[in-house]
Structure formats: structure tokens, C-alpha cells
């Protein structure tokens, strides 16, 4: 089941999410001055361009916002690859934009637990109690980001992103089953973390730049931002609706 | 420096649904109300954007703020109580409308029995059918009396519902609009719990079923069936909340005011009076005294017991004795439930966080407990909320958390799970109850509330007859495989449960066994009134803000009888 993963460079990964971020709308202010240039006709029946709702805004500046290094950053990726894989259905984490979504999450309000109460004293505690760490999410990400590296090289002397698929799992079992030794963490909270915003990045409206082009949404069959359903509620048809971005009702 | 401020009549501490009622029928009394609120102004304006479920119902967008503030938990006295640093288990609200806002708007009225519960199992079942160290105790006012204010409640609220619950208490009036759509999803429960001898019916709503105009003339809109209800405002104003009725209700008279960004860290006190409260406001930093004829405590349940520790109000409850009252009796709920995967797909992302249907007939003793090792039980209901996509990831048991067959199963099963989930009700117990915490403070530098607490064997069993249940009536509705819920253990702070606590400041008939009298009027002093689920003396099988909606309307009525004529009003 590895082998598909097996010859994937960083220039393919590049590509990758180079072909979907050309198909990526932002919203806020950029979206909003571009799409007032933008005729409807340019934008109706075009497909390009779904996750605006629609329109088409041009180029998109993806970037990093807070991994600095090449290979945390490539980590990253592989990891969330393997817990969010590509298949038939359609695009793996790596395909959503899952990378880019943790990094620009961890530079912001979600990395630094701005809402989360942080003062000590700090105790273990029992499982019941929860989240005790004086970490952040960001020193958790990047100390786990670490963690694994150092792991795939003890056990096979070479880096994460290096490893057969197998080998990578065998590595983020470990770290589930609390295996691995963390300092001001356990192992198995940080594979929980990574295994939320995994699946926060697949399914996330794609304006926090995961879920692109809605390619999460289109698996599971979620329409993401509908006004109302007051007309299809009493239906017994299933019905697959087309999906929306909340970035729609900024246009 | 304290500042004083100019007096007034009344003064609140939290604006959602209980200082919005509190504030508006003083307010409409003509009495001078300020309501202080620590969080922001917000309204349907706000909720434009409001169909995004990462930064609502995962961020938490609308709750409150733990940096500032948070509890701290325990499962028993051994243990040592640790921060609750992020939210889990419940979802405490913060600014203008509360948990009123992002609330799902399940409203009901809790059952005659709720309110004489000991009496009544006494009668029934003999005075040991609970050991002694469950606390029960009848409320100090029957569903009766308390039936006029939650009509008027239900009005304000314009809910939307069916008279056809054979178990409910009297209805002096019918609800106010008519019950929701009846969708596939909630037929295939309607027809298998009519199969298995129930008797299901529409769950009372506040997701409106058509636009009403209340008694206050405050106008509710129709709900659209979005799909976006709790953790989330409404962009429509089609869910009542507080910022669309009684808020406006009270400002209109021009008697009222919120005062935002103001913390409430102590209520005063000279001899047996309370003179005002003390505030932080969190913008600037200073510090100001309120001063008020009349105080009332309308935050939640945690705050409103909080407020009363760290100022030195009521005596404290002592486990090891039993003696004291504040901090008795905090319950919570347990959530017996199954889960059925069909092979069918359905609209399960449409919905309204009240579209449901119930059946009564497993709650409290509409059933024979006499062979049971228990009491009560729960409202058992199929709901279709609007299911969204990272949140619900349903897989059948034997799936792994993760990789290729955790991404197939849960993409494949989204659209063709339902399930079939009880309130179970939550008996008082003497190992259960709130205090102050020893060591850890809120940036404001008081203490923070301590939560010890655990599930009880009266928990466990109650869960357990429950969920056989569940299943049943899952199975009978066709999944292809139904999984029931675990058995409960210990109490977990981590995952999501529900927002129903209950208890620590309860009403009763006696000052030996109560905080605050059935006016919800604090038994030592007698102009402070303190209001929430904190009243509940144990947790019914049902959400609690109906009941809660009813106690604040009662309280208010005490408040203005008491501001002609000082003195206990019972």
C-alpha cells in the first residue's frame, strides 16, 4: 500500500499543491478587489474556480507562516499524508492543502493557545483532566515534528519523509500508543493534535487554505455554506449539492 | 481605586437569557436595571458569516475566553483538581445572549415528578431505593406552580411544538407556533418507536416553525433549516435567543442598560444586605463598585456558585459532614445512546439543532422502576442538527483512527448514520459538588471554581438500561449494523458531552437544605437572588433551559414584589 508514495519527491509534492493552489480562492480583500474587475461572464460555468463560490480572483500566494525548515515542514506533510491518504476517492491530506493549513493555524491564535488557560502550576494529572502540557500547540507540532524524525532515524537510519509508507505508520502507531518518550508531552496527545487538525484541514472551509477547491467537501458529500434547506428538507431524495464556500458572501 | 457609580434599582451579573428576562420585566416594572456583561455586544449582524464550522464549532468562536478564566476538576477528593485549560466536556458562553446564542433550542418543561422526586420514590419505592449518600430532595415548588411562568416563557420564546407527549405536565395554553417539518430522518423514528409500543411526538423548538411576534412584540423569523444552530448564532434571528427578544424588550424601555467588557469579581456586603457588586472593566483595568437595591446572580451555573464562594455568601458544603449548603448537589447528565449505519444515503447535513423527535416514555418514573436498581431515565430523541464534516466521522467499531480504511469508512458512512441519544438524568450525590479552588486563580487574581465529579453506580446503571434501548429502537428503524454506546466509566472533562450542569446554589423549601428559596431569593440575604440551573436540585432527563427560562420569570416576579415590600418572600 506504500508503493504509490514510495517516489514522491519534494518537487512532486511541489506540483501537487502547485496544480491546486492555481485552482485556490482567497476572500477578504484581495478576492474582493480583484472580483470587482472580473466580468460575470468570465466567472459563470468556467469551473475553474469553486471554492470562492464561484469567481475567479487570480493568483493565489500560498506560503508558510510559521515552519521555517525545509524538513519539519516535509514531515509534516508525509505524516498527515499517511493519516489522511489519496485514494480513489480523491486527494490526501497533502492534495488538501492539510500542510499549509497547520502551519498558517500554528502561527496564529491555535499554535499560541490564546484561548486556552496556561497558567501553572503544571502536574501530569490523570487522563480525565486533559490537556496539562505548559506547552503550546506550536512547540507541541514542532517537538513532535522532531520526535518522528529522530524515531525513523533511530529505527532505519534515515529521515521521516525518507521512510516506506509502512515504516511510517509503524512510526505514528508508536507515537499513539504513547510509546515514545516526549518532554512536557505525551506522545499519544500529540498524535491526537495531529490526527484533529488533519482532519480540521481536509474538511475546513477552504478560506483557512486547507479543503481545496473543496475536494474534502466533494468526498463526504458536505455542500459547506448553504443559505437554507427549507425547500429540500421534507425531501426523501438524497440529494448532492454542488458546494459553497462561506467566502461566497463576500462577493 | 474603586470607583462608585451612581445606584440603582436592580443590577445583574451576566446577560444571557436570565438577565435578559430578569432585565427586561424589572426594566418594563420601571425599575432602573444594569446588566453586567463581561463579555461583547454581538447580534444577527454579526452572524452573516456564521456557516463555517472550523471557526465556530471547533474554535469555539462564541465561548468563553479560559486564558482569563477556566475551572478546575477533580474526579473525587483524592485526586488533585487540575485546570480545565481547554474547553471539552462543556461549552461555557460568553457575551451579549450567553449559551442563550449558541444554543440548539431544545425547550422543555421538566416533568411534575422532577419537583417532588423524593417524595414521590419515597411513596413509590420505599425510602432506600438510593443509598443515603444520594442527596435527593424535592424542589420547594411543584410543576403546578411553576406552570404559569414557563407558559410565559414559551411565549417569549414563541416555541414550536405538539401537545402529544402523554407524560408532560398540564398545559394551561398550547405552544405557540406549530412543530417543525417532519423529515424522512425523523419519520423512520416515528414509525419504530410506534412499532415498539412508544409514543413518539416533535420536540419542542426554538427553531421557529414559522415567524412569530411575542407578547413584547419582538418578532422571531422562520427557520431555514441551515443546518448551523449550536455553537453557532443565528443569521436569521429563527432561533430565539435572548439579543432578539428580551434584550430588546428590556432596552426599549429605556430603563435599561448593559454595561460590556465588565467582570464581576465580588458581590458586597453589609450585615445581611448585599449594597452592589464590585467589577473589573477588562478594557482599562479599574475597578468599580455598582451599588443596587437588588442583585441578581443570572451568569452560569459556575460563575453564580463562584461568585457566592469568593464573597464569603452562604455556608460552604462540607462533604465529610454534610453541613452547608453552597456547592451541594452539582449534577450533570449521562448520554445512553446507539448509533445505526444504513445502507441508504441521507440529507443528514439539512437540519435545524431542534428538528427532532422524542419519546418520554423511558423518562423520569413513567416507567415501573420496582425490578430496577435505579431511578428516573431520559428522553430518548432522533435529531437532525445539520451534521458537518469534521466533527462527525462516523466509522463502525472495528475501523482504525486513521489511514486509508478510517478515510473510506468515514467519507462512506457521513451520509447514512443516525443515531438515537437519551438525556439521562443525573441524581445528587455527597461526593459530588463545586468549591473554591486552593491554588489556582483567574487573571482577575480570585480563586477559580473547583468541580469534583464523578459518574455514580446510579449513573452506570441508568446509562446501561438506557442504551439496550437505544439500540433496540435503532434496530427497528433498519440500520444494517447498530453500535451501542459504551458503557461509562469515569467521568471524562476532555471529550464533548453536553452543557447541562446542574446544581451548587439550589432552590428548595428549607435554608437547612438550600441556597435560595423557591423566588430564588438567597435565604441569608434577602435582596440578593440567584438564578440558573445552579437552582436544579438534580438534573432531569431533559436540556434544562426551559425550566430555567420559567425559574427567571418566577424570579423576576419576586423582584418587583420584593422591591414594594422588603422582607422573605416566603
Not at chain 1, 505525551?186 to 482532519?199: D, G, I, N, P, V
Not at chain 2, 414559551?154 to 416555541?159: M, W
Not at chain 2, 420496582?370 to 430518548?380: K, T, V
Not at chain 2, 478515510?407 to 438525556?423: D, W
Request: hydrophobic share 35%.
Amino acid at each position: 500500500m506504500s508503493k504509490d508514495k514510495k517516489g514522491l519527491s519534494r518537487r512532486d509534492f511541489l506540483k501537487t499543491t502547485g496544480i491546486a493552489t492555481g485552482a485556490l480562492i482567497g476572500g477578504g480583500v484581495l478576492g474582493s478587489l480583484i472580483t470587482q474587475n472580473a466580468t460575470k461572464d468570465d466567472v459563470a460555468g468556467t469551473g475553474k474556480n469553486e471554492a470562492g463560490g464561484g469567481e475567479y480572483v487570480g493568483e493565489v500566494f500560498r506560503g508558510r507562516m510559521f515552519f521555517t525548515n525545509e524538513n519539519e515542514f516535509k514531515v509534516l506533510s508525509e505524516a498527515v499524508e499517511r493519516i489522511f491518504p489519496e485514494d480513489e476517492l480523491g486527494p490526501g491530506a497533502i492534495g488538501l492543502g492539510v500542510p499549509y493549513f497547520i502551519d498558517n493555524q500554528l502561527a496564529g491564535n491555535y499554535g499560541s493557545n490564546a484561548k486556552e488557560y496556561m497558567q501553572g502550576p503544571f502536574f501530569a494529572g490523570e487522563s480525565t483532566q486533559g490537556y496539562q502540557s505548559r506547552l503550546t500547540r506550536a512547540e507541541i507540532f514542532r517537538s513532535g515534528i522532531a520526535k518522528m524524525d529522530e524515531e525513523a532515524k533511530k529505527r532505519y537510519d534515515t529521515g521521516f519523509a525518507a521512510l516506506e509508507g509502512d515504516q511510517k505508520d509503524e512510526i505514528i502507531t508508536a507515537f499513539q500508543k504513547n510509546e515514545i518518550n516526549m518532554k512536557g508531552v505525551a506522545s499519544e496527545f500529540y498524535f491526537k493534535l495531529l490526527r484533529q487538525a488533519t482532519l480540521e484541514g481536509a474538511y475546513a472551509d477552504p478560506i483557512y487554505n486547507g479543503n481545496i477547491n473543496m475536494e474534502g467537501w466533494k468526498m463526504k458529500g458536505f455542500p459547506g455554506h448553504q443559505m437554507a434547506y427549507i425547500k429540500e428538507i421534507e425531501t426523501d431524495k438524497y440529494m448532492n449539492i454542488k458546494p459553497k464556500s462561506i467566502s461566497s458572501m463576500e462577493h | 481605586m474603586v470607583k462608585t457609580l451612581d445606584k440603582v434599582d436592580v443590577v445583574t451579573v451576566g446577560v444571557g437569557w436570565l438577565g435578559g428576562i430578569i432585565g427586561a420585566e424589572c426594566a418594563k416594572a420601571g425599575m432602573k436595571v444594569v446588566g453586567i456583561e463581561r463579555g461583547k455586544e454581538r447580534s444577527t449582524a454579526d452572524y452573516l458569516r456564521v456557516h463555517d464550522e472550523y471557526r465556530y464549532a471547533i474554535r469555539y468562536e462564541l465561548m468563553q475566553d479560559l486564558s482569563k478564566e477556566t475551572i478546575t476538576f477533580r474526579n473525587s477528593r483524592k485526586m488533585r483538581a487540575l485546570p480545565m485549560r481547554q474547553m471539552g466536556s462543556f461549552l461555557l458562553g460568553e457575551g451579549l445572549g450567553g449559551s442563550g446564542t449558541h444554543w440548539n433550542g431544545h425547550t422543555w418543561r421538566f416533568l411534575p415528578y422532577d419537583f417532588n422526586i423524593k417524595t414521590l420514590t419515597d411513596e413509590k419505592y420505599g425510602k432506600d431505593k438510593l443509598s443515603a449518600d444520594y442527596l435527593l430532595q424535592d424542589w420547594g415548588i411543584t410543576y403546578d406552580e411553576l406552570e404559569p411562568y414557563f407558559d410565559k416563557f414559551e411565549k417569549t420564546a414563541g416555541i414550536s411544538g405538539e401537545d402529544k407527549n402523554p407524560f408532560a405536565g398540564k398545559r394551561a395554553n398550547g405552544f405557540p407556533t406549530p412543530p417543525m417539518v417532519k423529515t424522512p430522518i425523523l419519520k423512520k423514528f416515528e414509525k419504530a418507536t410506534s412499532d415498539l409500543g412508544y409514543t413518539p411526538f416533535m420536540l419542542p423548538s426554538a427553531n421557529l416553525s414559522e415567524s412569530y411576534k411575542n407578547p413584547d412584540g419582538q418578532t422571531i423569523a422562520a427557520c431555514q433549516y441551515c443546518g448551523f444552530c449550536e455553537r453557532f448564532g443565528c443569521e436569521y434571528g429563527a432561533k430565539t435567543s435572548p439579543e432578539i427578544t428580551v434584550i430588546p424588550t428590556a432596552l426599549k424601555t429605556g430603563n435599561y442598560e448593559v454595561r460590556f467588557h465588565a467582570n464581576v469579581v465580588e458581590v458586597m456586603k453589609e450585615g445581611n444586605k448585599t449594597t452592589g457588586v464590585r467589577y473589573i472593566d477588562t478594557q482599562s483595568g479599574e475597578e468599580f463598585f455598582q451599588p443596587a437595591d437588588v442583585v441578581v446572580l443570572t451568569s452560569y451555573v459556575m460563575n453564580n456558585a463562584k461568585l457566592l464562594m469568593v464573597s464569603g455568601i452562604g455556608e460552604m458544603y462540607d462533604p465529610e459532614t454534610g453541613k452547608g449548603t453552597l456547592g451541594k448537589n452539582y449534577a450533570y447528565q449521562v448520554l445512553p445512546g446507539a448509533t445505526g449505519f444504513f445502507d441508504e444515503q441521507m440529507n443528514v447535513f439539512m437540519g435545524a439543532g431542534s428538528l427532532g423527535m422524542t419519546i418520554d416514555d423511558l423518562n423520569g418514573d413513567n416507567y415501573d422502576h420496582s425490578e430496577l436498581d435505579f431511578i428516573h431515565g431520559a428522553s430518548m430523541s432522533i435529531t437532525q442538527t445539520g451534521v458537518r464534516p469534521i466533527q462527525s466521522n462516523p466509522v463502525p467499531a472495528d475501523t482504525p483512527a486513521w489511514g486509508p480504511e478510517f478515510k473510506k469508512a468515514s467519507i462512506h458512512n457521513y451520509s447514512r448514520t443516525l443515531s438515537v441519544g437519551g438525556q439521562g438524568a443525573s441524581m445528587p450525590h455527597k461526593e459530588n459538588f463545586l468549591s473554591l479552588d486552593p491554588d489556582y486563580k483567574d487573571v482577575y487574581g480570585v480563586p477559580l471554581l473547583q468541580l469534583t465529579y464523578n459518574f455514580t453506580e446510579q449513573d452506570r446503571k441508568l446509562h446501561k438500561y438506557l442504551t439496550e434501548k437505544a439500540a433496540t429502537i435503532m434496530k427497528e428503524m433498519g440500520a444494517k449494523t447498530v453500535m451501542a454506546g459504551n458503557p461509562i466509566s469515569d467521568y471524562d472533562i476532555v471529550p464533548y458531552q453536553t452543557t447541562h450542569n446542574t446544581g451548587g446554589t439550589i432552590m428548595g423549601a428549607s435554608p437547612e437544605n438550600s441556597v435560595v428559596n423557591n423566588f430564588l431569593q438567597h435565604w441569608e440575604v434577602e435582596n440578593l437572588f440567584v438564578v440558573g440551573a445552579g437552582n436544579f436540585p438534580h438534573n432531569g432527563g431533559y436540556n434544562p433551559t426551559g425550566t430555567v427560562g420559567a425559574l427567571a420569570y418566577r424570579a423576576a416576579e419576586g423582584i418587583i414584589k420584593y422591591s414594594k415590600a422588603e422582607g422573605s418572600l416566603v
